[in-house]
């Protein structure tokens, strides 16, 4: 239901945009309901687009260690083909290098396309894991077990095993 929700809250907005002569240039709403679908978040007219158009591409991609392809590929693998296509930016290869690289930032100042940083050792110390924010508490990364797929930063695991957002200027 909450997706029929979503699906339907972005025809009516491209129906309404359209009306009024305010779309986004070169918009495809029919891709971008689709992205939504596919991401589990509303995708507003102020939004990057491409930046939901890229991620929802990934999504059930394999998990590889090492991969940055679309047969496979880790954490850091999936921010640097994102980064690289929606920013026209070249990130450091591997989690722990994107931390450094990163202006930190709270979870309550994460904005869509920050980075998400997440401890995978006990100490909880040192950064594993990386993400993309997207919107409403959401963030796209590779789990070993599912692939790409969207979680929400709220989940217990994520909650506990959070070292910082990240902004990449």
């Known amino acids: 239901m909450k997706r029929l929700f979503y699906f339907l809250s972005i025809i009516f907005a491209a129906l309404a945009l359209s009306s ?8 495809d709403y029919s891709a971008l309901a689709q992205a939504s679908r596919r991401l589990g ?15 929802a591409q990934w999504i059930g991609t394999p998990y590889r260690s090492g991969g940055n392809t679309r047969n496979g590929l880790d954490c850091s ?28 930032v709270s979870k309550k100042k994460l904005e869509e396309g920050d980075l998400v ?43 506990s095993n959070w070292i910082s957002g990240g902004k990449i200027n």
């Not at 050792?121 to 924010?133: P, W």
């Not at 070993?144 to 979680?151: A, D, F, R």
């Open 77 to 104: 693998g999936l921010t640097t083909q994102i980064y690289k296509n929606v920013y026209r930016r070249q990130l450091p290869r591997s989690s722990r290098e994107q931390y450094k690289a990163a202006r930190k």
């Open 117 to 159: 940083f997440f401890s995978t050792d006990r100490s909880r110390k040192n950064v594993g894991h990386v993400g993309i924010y997207l919107k409403n508490g959401k963030f796209i990364h590779t789990s070993t077990s599912s692939g790409v797929i969207v979680s929400k930063l709220n989940e217990p695991y994520y909650v």
């Open 41 to 55: 978040v509303d995708i507003a007219y102020k939004d990057n687009h491409k930046l939901y158009l890229e991620a």
């Open 20 to 27: 009024c002569g305010t779309t986004k240039k070169g918009a």
